[in-house]
């Protein structure tokens, strides 16, 4: 097998996850201000994107609070460093079953709510990307269950490319990215696609060698994929995954520690990756080139992209290839014609008009914006 080694590698830092960890390290971020705080850092420290969820600032518990996500958005677009902004969509796709003789009701910690409200807070902050988990997989708790039936994908992945959010697929396992290439074959994701190997997450795919090289061997070529180990194995697969091809991702999320007794930072975690893919021989791009390299857009939020709105011209209702835009707020539609427009006003435009009501000016060419 010939060496395929990346020579241009970008490193992702995921901040602070949704696990049980913020009682065992004081430098899991909670608040929205620390969350932000730690993704800067890590940017100055060379990581091209920031992968974020947002926690309870009291208890540092896993939320899908719009506002917490809001904050920590605005937080890092006002800073003096550029970074790709990557947002989860993984929550709210939790079930807990009641035990092994009882498992009906769920109990606590159960938190299933639909296609629709899991990319509420994408659709109020439009990140450059945001996860898509594809699968659904049995954690290392007892009863518990990530849920993401293929319908629920469909649908969240149909609303991120409405939006123009690029989708990070999660593949936790072999069959994770069959399904994956489903969604780009019926046209629901692009075919540029990019994927994050979740290696050594029980129980998705162990973090041997073996296991990750037939999770690579399965990346389509025209994929930009990037890969990580969990605990001591992270920095392994730095050079691991950069010598298959990927790029990587570190921080506080996959793991605490910086070296045996030392609980790390998530910029400490950032400067000894970029430390291994330099001492290879690679180079650390940044945030511009990444978007270059991924076709990202680097946007404003929700409500910035309106005030931005009620000084600009109308909206035409397509641009020059033909391709139609949403009369509200100028968004591209990459399908034929009108495709998607539904899932997208639904989830954008509302509060402005339902969409039954909206649809025949629009489809008539009369629907005057609100701006």
Known sequence: MPLTMNRE?????????????????????????QIAESAIDAAKAGAAVVHCHVRDPETGAPSRDLGLYREVTDRIRDADVDVVLNLTAGMGGDIVFGGVEA????????????????????AECLPEICTLDCGTMNFAEADYVMTNTPGMLRAMGQAMTDLGVKPEIEAFDTGHLWFAKQLVAEGILTSDALVQLCMGV???????????????????????????GLGRNQMAYVAASVLAGGN????????????????????????????????????VIGPAEVREKLGLVKRAPRDDLRDARSVAAPVPAADASGRKTCPECGHLFRGKGWDG???????????????????????????????
């Open 9 to 33: 590698v970008f490193v992702t830092c995921a901040v602070t996850g949704s696990g049980g960890t913020q009682d065992r390290s004081p430098h899991v971020p909670r608040s929205p201000a």
């Open 202 to 228: 029980p129980w998705g795919a162990p973090d041997d060698l073996n296991t990750f090289m037939a999770m690579v061997n399965n990346v389509p070529s025209d994929w930009t994929f990037s890969a990580f």
């Open 341 to 371: 427009i539904d899932t997208h006003w639904h989830l954008k435009h509302e509060g402005v008009m339902p969409f039954d009501q909206a649809w025949p000016a629009i489809e008539a060419g009369t629907y005057k914006s609100s701006s």
């Open 248 to 283: 990587v991702r570190v921080g506080l999320e996959d793991n605490l520690w910086l070296e045996k007794g030392v609980l790390a930072t998530n910029a400490q975690l950032v400067e000894r990756a970029v430390g291994v893919i330099e001492g290879m021989g690679a180079r």
């Open 103 to 122: 498992p009906l009701p769920v109990v606590a910690g159960t938190d299933m709510v639909g296609a629709t409200e899991r990319v509420a807070h994408i």
